[in-house]
């Protein structure tokens, strides 16, 4: 089993639409949660971070960490076609030493 | 401020062949990371140094690849011989000490092993 699983898609909505990206994990170790963002023939950019549960909100997304459940979501609101991209979960355990562990990426295409 | 900088950006070899990889992290980050994703899926650590340590090398195929950190800024990762199941992309990051979740990458070198 994958520490983390994410839903390769891809997904395609409609310009305006509200999209839910998701992951699971588990390793419940995992303290920070991480969505990077990567654009065709590009390196991940990171786009949110959250430490331990709760949400948090940015503009037009908002990151959610359910560690009861080993549930983490991505929902953005208002899609744009700018916005179709590979969107990579990751999250990373208290030890500083160790790096990020990443889902597989769930390709998301806005349609205009 | 300037970004992770990879070279080359393209690459195509021959199984058997070798290749190197070089990697320039942001000014004043001391950690680096070297990263394989292979088409369709995430990236998957494959070292990270600390200044010029190793940190992390477990995930590293070791009896192939290798990599080095020059003056604890500069970082090469080379492969001898390659497989065709090295065709990937492979990612620099770096970041400070301790804080991965601000870790920067470069845009990666796209490797093709034919």
């Known amino acids: 089993q994958k520490e983390v699983e994410q839903d390769p898609g891809p997904l395609s909505v409609p310009e305006g639409a509200i999209v839910s990206l998701n992951c699971t994990y588990s390793n419940s170790a995992f303290q920070y949660f991480m969505w990077y963002r990567q654009y065709s023939r590009k390196g991940p950019e990171l786009l949110m971070y959250?430490?331990?549960?709760g949400n948090k909100e940015d503009g037009r997304f908002t990151a959610q960490v359910d560690k009861s459940s080993k549930y983490i979501s991505l929902f953005i609101r208002d899609s744009q076609p700018s916005d179709s991209a590979t969107y990579l979960c990751?999250?990373?355990?208290?030890?500083?030493?160790?790096?990020?562990?990443f889902g597989s990426g769930t390709r998301l295409q806005v349609q205009p | 401020e300037a970004g992770v900088a990879q070279s080359p950006r393209y690459k195509i070899i021959e199984k058997r062949q070798s290749v190197a990889f070089w990697c320039n992290p942001i000014s004043g980050h001391a950690t680096l990371y070297w990263y394989q994703q292979i088409l369709g899926q995430g990236p998957k650590l494959l070292i990270q140094f600390q200044n010029n340590g190793v940190v992390d090398d477990s995930q590293l195929p070791k009896d192939r690849f290798s990599a080095e950190r020059l003056k604890g800024v500069d970082s090469t990762l080379k492969i001898q011989p390659a497989k065709l199941e090295d065709s990937a992309v492979y990612l620099c990051?770096?970041?400070?000490?301790?804080?991965?979740?601000?870790?920067?990458f470069g845009q990666g070198t796209r490797l093709t092993v034919v």
């Open positions: 990051a770096s970041s400070l000490v301790g804080s991965p979740r601000e870790a920067f």
């Open positions: 959250t430490y331990s549960s």
């Open positions: 990751a999250m990373k355990g208290l030890a500083g030493r160790r790096a990020l562990t």
